[in-house]
């Protein structure tokens, strides 16, 4: 790299340039999933527009491998890349809510912990997923699933606009009304436009929740999922609850004689009244003998950091996906026969209800294209210890392979590993020919392919 350029551009950064040679180096290119390790030539960790504008410009004129990197847990490790120039925004934070229009401006560099810490002092929240240490861009960017899907939609059916910075160092803003086309694609398509620096959500009244799990033995997980398929399509919106098998963990949350047993459960997280909840969910919480049964208000943020504890940086992570619009009951034999085998106390399948508001939009009226699907499936084998690393993937593997073909064919992006360019068309479906016009349009030269890639048309 000249060092030349390296002074340019220092003199117009105000930011961070971190170099192989600086001590934070190797703190700084770190990412969630410590099974991925990666050296980046340069990481450059911005601090306002100008910051990101400037690093764009320095990748495309040293022809550098560019890298966006948000809250850094993308499964596949797609917010960093070998040998080019990582653009770091996690400095970018700050959020503004606007109370009265309900809706909130959210720096790039924010994980949702600082959205839902933010609009909470206001009764309020928009969706976003299931953890607080996930960052908003990456999770917005490929579509947003999370416990208030049902009743609100996914997070990019309450993204109003995006600040952006196009591969040529240009500043756009997109939403319904300006740049329409960039506005579509950004909503489903990822990183594969432009860097954004700043989000516009819209917000909703969700203040405390009725949150906790019903967890049954391992026996009962097949009535349980045949109930479960059913029951969450016809649930109130108000009410919503993942499906999973997990193991229950050694903490005082749960009593001493259910650690380290391997369940099935659903998460329950309904914005309805207690009562509302209560009556809602009671016959699916009457199915078999539940071991546990634990409902009560909690504080929304509390709710979306419950899983932060436990799933800590530096983990081993092997993620799989699919989307489903049925659960068949030979469907239902494989998860139990897979699920049932978790290989360490971490891993687990989870599969997220995307029905209700999520589906009052159409399959083409955003990048994200599986709007009939009604449940998005995730395998994740999880473990500290490197050493379990190809025990986990195997496993993963397996359970996918064994689901795949009663799935719809394409996966959601944000739970998909670096899996070749044929399960990148298969998310995107109809969406992708569309996606690679605007692609070409925006990122002619595909600079921004260090993503689920969409290739210019
Ligand atoms: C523990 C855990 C829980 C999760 N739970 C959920 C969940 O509940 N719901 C859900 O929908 N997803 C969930 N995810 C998946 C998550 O949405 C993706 O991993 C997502 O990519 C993370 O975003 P990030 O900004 O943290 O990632 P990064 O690794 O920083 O970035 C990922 C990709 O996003 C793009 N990107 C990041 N920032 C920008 C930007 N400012 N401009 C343009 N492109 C950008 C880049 O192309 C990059 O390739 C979870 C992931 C983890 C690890």
């Not at 700043?198 to 909703?204: A, I, Q, T």
């Amino acid at each position: 790299m000249p060092r030349q350029s390296i002074d340019q551009l220092q003199s117009t950064f105000r930011g961070e340039l971190i170099q192989p040679t600086n001590g934070a180096y190797d703190s700084a290119r770190k990412l969630y999933n410590a099974m991925i390790d990666k050296r980046p030539k340069l990481i450059a960790r911005c601090v306002d527009v100008a910051d990101v504008m400037a690093a764009v410009r320095y990748g495309r004129e040293n022809g550098m491998l560019t890298a966006i990197r948000g809250g850094g847990h993308n499964g596949a490790g797609l917010g960093t890349c070998d040998d080019g120039l990582v653009i770091d925004l996690s400095r970018m934070k700050g959020v503004r809510v606007d109370p009265t229009s309900r809706t909130a401006r959210v720096g790039a560099g924010c994980v949702w912990g600082d959205v839902d810490h933010a609009t909470h002092a206001f009764g309020m929240a928009t969706p976003s997923g299931f953890i607080s240490t996930t960052g908003v861009a990456g999770l917005t960017l490929g579509g947003g699933i999370g416990y208030l899907a049902r009743r609100y939609g996914l997070t990019i059916d309450n993204l109003l606009s995006a600040d952006v910075i196009l591969g040529d160092g240009r500043f756009v803003t997109a939403s319904a009304q300006e740049n329409s086309d960039l506005f579509w694609a950004l909503r489903g398509g990822g990183g594969n436009f432009g860097v954004v620096t700043s989000f516009e959500f819209r917000l909703h009244p969700v203040n405390t929740v009725q949150f906790g799990p019903t967890f049954w033995p391992l026996e009962q997980a097949a009535d349980v999922l045949k109930f479960y398929r059913q029951f969450i399509l016809t649930a109130p919106e108000e009410v919503n609850g993942f499906f999973a098998f997990l193991v229950i963990p050694p903490t005082p949350m749960f009593p001493e004689h259910l650690h380290m047993k391997m369940v099935c459960g659903i998460i329950w997280c309904g914005t309805g009244t207690a009562e509302l909840t209560e009556k809602a969910t009671k016959p699916m919480r009457s199915v078999g003998t539940p071991l546990l049964d634990a409902i009560g208000p909690t504080p929304f943020p509390v709710v979306q950091s419950i899983f932060d504890g436990l799933y800590v940086t530096g983990l081993q992570w092997y993620w799989r996906a699919d989307n489903f619009t049925e659960l068949s009951d030979a469907a239902v034999a494989k998860h139990v026969e897979h699920g049932s085998k978790l290989p360490t106390m971490l891993s687990a399948m989870h599969l997220y209800p995307v029905n209700g508001a999520s589906q009052r939009v159409d399959s083409n009226e955003t990048a994200y294209s599986f709007r009939e699907a009604l449940f998005a499936e995730v395998i994740v084998g999880v473990d500290p210890d490197p050493a379990n690393a190809q025990k986990i993937t195997t496993w993963c593997k397996e359970y996918w392979e064994a689901l795949h073909p009663y799935s719809a064919g394409g996966a959601y992006v944000n739970f998909m590993m670096d899996e070749g360019q044929d399960r990148v068309q298969a998310a995107f479906r109809d969406n992708y020919c569309r996606l690679a016009a605007i692609k070409k349009k925006y990122d002619p030269t595909n600079f921004f392919r260090v993503n689920q890639n969409i290739r210019p048309a």
